[in-house]
């Protein structure tokens, strides 16, 4: 059987409320139903899907597991992506993507994860790229 849709990601945190607000304020991801694990953690939905896990409770991993790099997502707004990241002090690397003019925006969440935001070609960030 094939795979028909990516479904979510997990992310382990020891910073839950800190990850969730992250997520809410980068992302505009919302809190919503989870099922009542026997630890702690979030669900955050995007258009009524529960997109990204939030693992919370565990002792979190001396050494990462797999070789996952970022997870990606299409985003709009890149202005005010950028403004958000600059008012929270977070380095990010934003890249125009030669042939296709799409561009790549890429910053860590408070747990390290690599998170990729991609805006369409037309999107301006309205400042210099650096």
């Known amino acids: 059987m094939p795979a028909l849709a990516m479904d979510h990601f997990t ?3 020891d910073r839950l409320q800190d990850t ?3 997520y809410q304020d980068m992302l505009g991801l919302v809190p ?11 669900w955050l939905y995007c258009d009524g899907k529960a997109i990204l896990h939030v693992v919370a409770g565990r002792a979190m991993p001396e050494k990462p597991a797999g070789v996952l790099d ?11 992506t950028l403004d958000r990241l600059e ?15 799409l561009w790549q925006l890429f910053f860590n969440d408070p747990n390290g994860a690599k998170v990729e935001l991609d805006f ?3 999107e301006s960030p309205n ?3 650096r």
């Open 87 to 101: 008012a929270r002090g977070l380095p990010y690397d934003l890249r125009n993507l030669a042939g296709s003019g």
């Open 120 to 122: 369409a070609a037309e």
């Open 32 to 42: 919503g139903a989870r099922p009542p694990f026997g630890f702690p953690g979030a």
């Open 70 to 80: 970022h997870m990606a997502f299409w985003a709009s707004d890149l202005p005010g």
């Open 11 to 13: 992310v382990l945190t």
């Open 20 to 22: 969730i607000d992250f």
């Open 127 to 129: 400042r210099a790229v």
